[in-house]
């Protein structure tokens, strides 16, 4: 049997440069640790694989919910001649048993450089549409989405505070995309499903309208005169509807002539004014009118002809700018 190595030999004087007995019991612990290092990280990744399976399935289970809505939010607004939703798609959704009034907010989108960014289409605007849900106010909305608008519909009582860090977000979003914000519209409270496809309307005729008037957003109560237009084609063939002879206007040739009419108009038909907005004398502007009774005839300014003008000169406008 080997002799035993005395223990002054193992361990030395302190001090000596040899192993110590507390550097042994140090290097002992050490393996325990190393052995349980080993065993926390294979733990912790067992952790960290569990927890991200069930942030899959959340998302998943997510994405089914707002595809339900989106799926529903879809039929109630559906065209007046589309059947009512199943009840089935209805199911118990307590924003529909209208014991508040409901409207509907519309935003549509358009990409900021044509060609350019994430093409705008059902499945991109699904995609905005899941990223932002968390923005809205939560039981007291019903979110879905077209191929390039995203529509909320939200209890009337929710203030429009309530609604701004969700318009904030769907911005961010769309940016992201390389797309932006092209007018937003409410429509009226409603008490019925009815009711509510008809505030569907409404909502994406007011944003179509805000964007053309370059506002950034609008109700259907602040649409004024431009209501007029509602249901109406926005087309030449309306233009000459509403003042036959208005069409000629628009000849590259007459642009003058429009834009002083235009201002004639703002003015009241205050001539003074109407120059200084035009930055022209008003003699210059006199001989556009009389250059615009020759285009138009002589009545142009009577009556019913000068209403259907202006009525036309401003579907122009909105025709022009969307």
Same mark, same amino acid.
């Given at each position: ?78 065209? &007046? ?12 959704? &307590? ?5 508040? &009034? ?23 605007? =699904? ?37 701004? &860090? ?105 001539? =003074? ?50």
């Amino acid at each position: 049997m080997a002799d035993r190595q005395p223990a002054s030999d193992r361990f030395g004087p302190s001090g000596c440069g040899k192993t110590t007995s507390l550097q042994i019991v140090r290097e002992g612990l050490g393996e325990q640790e190393r052995g349980g290092d080993v065993d926390d990280i294979a733990a912790a990744a067992g952790t960290a694989s569990a927890i991200a399976e069930l942030l899959h399935q959340q998302s998943q289970s997510t994405a089914t919910v707002l595809d339900r809505e989106s799926q529903l939010v879809s039929a109630l607004l559906a065209p &007046p001649h589309e059947s009512t939703p199943p009840a089935e798609l209805l199911g118990d959704e &307590p924003l529909l048993r209208f014991t508040e &009034p409901a409207s509907v907010l519309t935003m549509r989108l358009a990409p900021i450089d044509a060609g350019g960014g994430e093409a705008i289409d059902a499945r991109a605007m =699904r995609g905005a549409a899941q990223e932002v849900a968390y923005a809205r106010p939560l039981g007291r909305s019903l979110l879905g989405h077209g191929n390039d608008t995203i529509h909320l519909i939200v209890s009337a009582e929710v203030h429009a505070d309530r609604l701004r &860090p969700f318009r904030h977000a769907l911005a961010q979003a769309a940016r992201r995309r390389g797309w932006m914000l092209q007018g937003t519209g409410t429509g009226g409270a409603a008490a019925t499903v009815d009711e509510l496809r008809r505030s569907g309307m409404q909502s994406s005729y007011a944003a179509t309208v805000a964007h053309a008037r370059n506002i950034e957003q609008l109700s259907w109560n602040e649409l004024g005169a431009d209501l007029v237009f509602y249901g109406l084609p926005w087309t030449m063939e309306t233009l000459e509807i509403l003042f036959p002879g208005a069409s000629r206007l628009f000849d590259a040739d007459n642009t003058l002539i429009r834009e002083s009419l235009d201002a004639y108009f703002d003015c009241g038909g205050d001539t =003074r004014r109407a120059a200084a907005q035009l930055a022209v004398h008003r003699t210059t502007l006199y001989y556009r009118l009389d250059r615009a009774q020759q285009l138009l005839g002589e009545d142009w300014a009577q009556g019913e002809r000068r209403a259907g003008l202006q009525l036309a000169l401003r579907l122009a406008m909105l025709i022009r700018n969307t």
